[in-house]
């Protein structure tokens, strides 16, 4: 099992701004992912975060809207940038360690005003 | 492209009744499904899995590929059981997890 510590729970944002949301998991994970939830649905993923190369993105997001670090095994940074309204939503991160199941973090719930 | 859907966005059922959660997925192959749960106030965490073929707070799933479906079902609903139900589909252990719009689940006592 894994349990993730994201942070900030919540936020509301001036539009035009940047967040940087944070995931720390308390093992070493080889992958770890980043999902959207937009209000009524599903989550998208946004993109899979390997230590030590560049993330590997969905389609219909960018590293310049979603910029992601990942220093080492235990902790990623994804950052919403030059935000918008349509930017509101929860952000979730998550790891699966062996592959079997996905352990979440408790979410970002971002308001962009 | 793989879809899981899941139809109903609100299912509103009395204490004690049977509970069944649609979930449908468009995949020619054999795809690895779950279902997932979130609570109130709480993170979104597994609550079964096909593969396991276990029942898990009284939860079952079974898959059908001749239906493509992995309804989730429960034969008495219990007010616990109030929360919000993700169906997702995994077609490789090595691909990202495909999740549905989710159902919630309203046990009225």
């Known amino acids: 099992s894994a349990v993730i510590s994201q942070k900030p729970s919540r936020d509301i944002c001036q539009r035009g701004t940047s967040l940087t949301i944070q995931c720390q998991v308390d093992?070493?994970?080889?992958?770890m992912f980043w999902y959207r939830q937009q209000p009524g649905q599903s989550l998208t993923l946004i993109a899979t975060a390997n230590q030590g190369s560049e993330a590997t993105y969905e389609s219909g997001f960018v590293i310049d809207k979603f910029p992601i670090s990942r220093p080492n095994l235990t902790f990623s940074t994804l950052t919403v940038s030059n935000m918008s309204p349509e930017d509101s939503s929860i952000y979730l991160c998550?790891?699966?360690?062996?592959?079997?199941?996905?352990?979440f973090g408790q979410g970002t719930r971002l308001t962009v005003v | 492209a793989q879809r899981v859907t899941q139809p109903e966005k609100l299912l509103s059922v009395f204490k004690g009744a049977p509970v069944e959660l649609k979930c449908n997925y468009s995949y020619s192959g054999s795809p690895e499904l779950f279902w997932y749960v979130q609570y109130s106030r709480q993170r979104l965490q597994l609550l079964l899995r096909h593969i396991s073929r276990e029942s898990i707070k009284g939860f079952t799933a079974d898959l059908n590929k001749g239906e493509t479906s992995f309804h989730l079902k429960k034969p008495f609903a219990q007010e616990e059981d109030s929360a919000m139900y993700y169906c997702a589909l995994r077609y490789s252990s090595a691909s990202k997890i495909i999740f549905g719009s989710g159902t919630r689940l309203s046990i009225r006592p």
């Open positions: 093992s070493q994970v080889t992958m």
């Open positions: 998550s790891v699966e360690p062996g592959h079997t199941e996905a352990f």
